[in-house]
């Protein structure tokens, strides 16, 4: 098995990744306590709304946290790949938590539609600032590595969509205030809920690609096979399996079949042949050869087991 190429991250990093999800939990606390309470004297469901959204970021957050402390726990006999998977378990359930808050939001707002309340805006204006301020901290603490990994990406995104949100209650406060015009509160929270499935349906589905060990979009299975194809001593490469472990792990495995009934000196050239080309070409890092000659399998590309 090749892992020439293995990428990984200092402790450091992970321990700054820890820390800027500590300091957004407490802030998104404090917004949640400070929204319940204010949502309820001021009668404003955009507000609540936020609030709840607040709550699944606080939740959301923890989860990530956990994840981040599982991926650094090192492998064992009985847990071979360790918890590399942590942080995409806690992707795919902070995607989920979107689009369930989401679906509450509608709800709600569709009955407000029906029967839109009196709101008081000075309350939701102040309120809604401070949810700008502490998410907009929050957003700018996790957007880095919010590039480089799909969990610290579903907790960026709960946050961004909360900033939003409390922009877009800030906007329905300002209009009530000095317009009175109070089925605005009901829109908004309708507009905030859509958006959330929007962002959440997307990390959904690529975090459920991975944990269902389908084949990275970026690679092309059958380019593989032209390319391995072309190695002097190599008849065919078949039955693959190709999948992504976590954001830095892409592995692949295959029966190669040799023209000849070669040394396992000669087989570890090809065999680093083969690595160098899907590394470079296709960023796969992780490799495991099955060498074959003459032996009656199927030759096919996909095998299904």
Not at 13 to 38: A, E, P, W, Y
Not at 208 to 237: A, C, W, Y
Request: glycine residues 6%; contains cysteine; hydrophobic residues 50%.
């Amino acid at each position: 098995m090749g892992n020439l190429h293995d990428r990984s991250h200092g402790h450091s990093h992970s321990d700054l990744k820890g820390i800027n999800l500590i300091i957004s939990i407490f802030l998104n606390l404090l917004i949640t306590v400070c929204q319940v309470i204010g949502g309820l004297v001021s009668g404003s469901l955009s507000l609540l709304s936020d609030a709840l959204h607040n709550f699944s970021d606080v939740l959301s957050l923890i989860v990530s946290y956990i994840a981040t402390l599982l991926a650094k726990k090192e492998a064992s006999t009985n847990r071979t790949f360790g918890y590399k998977r942590a942080e995409i378990i806690a992707a795919f359930i902070n995607a989920a938590t979107l689009i369930v808050v989401a679906i509450i939001l509608i709800k709600e707002a569709s009955e407000r539609f029906l029967q839109p309340q009196k709101v008081e805006s000075d309350l939701v204006i102040w309120l809604s600032l401070l949810g700008i301020a502490a998410n907009g901290f929050s957003v700018l603490l996790l957007k880095k590595d919010a590039q480089s990994s799909m969990n610290m990406k579903s907790a960026y995104l709960h946050l961004l969509t909360d900033m939003l949100a409390s922009v877009a209650v800030l906007m329905g406060g300002l209009v009530m205030k000095f317009y009175e015009v109070y089925w605005v509160d009901a829109a908004l929270t309708l507009v905030i809920a859509l958006y959330l499935i929007f962002v959440g349906y997307d990390l959904l589905k690529e975090s459920t690609r991975v944990l269902m060990l389908f084949t990275p979009n970026t690679i092309q299975v059958r380019q593989i096979v032209e390319e391995v194809g072309m190695i002097d001593s190599v008849k065919n490469i078949h039955h693959i399996h190709i999948w992504q472990l976590n954001e830095n792990e892409v592995h692949l495995e295959a029966h190669v079949d040799f023209k000849e009934d070669i040394r396992l000196s000669e087989f570890d050239k090809v065999l680093g042949q083969i690595e160098e080309i899907v590394y470079h070409k296709f960023g796969i890092n992780h490799v495991t050869i099955q060498p074959e000659y003459g032996k009656s399998d199927s030759k096919q590309i996909i095998v299904q087991d």
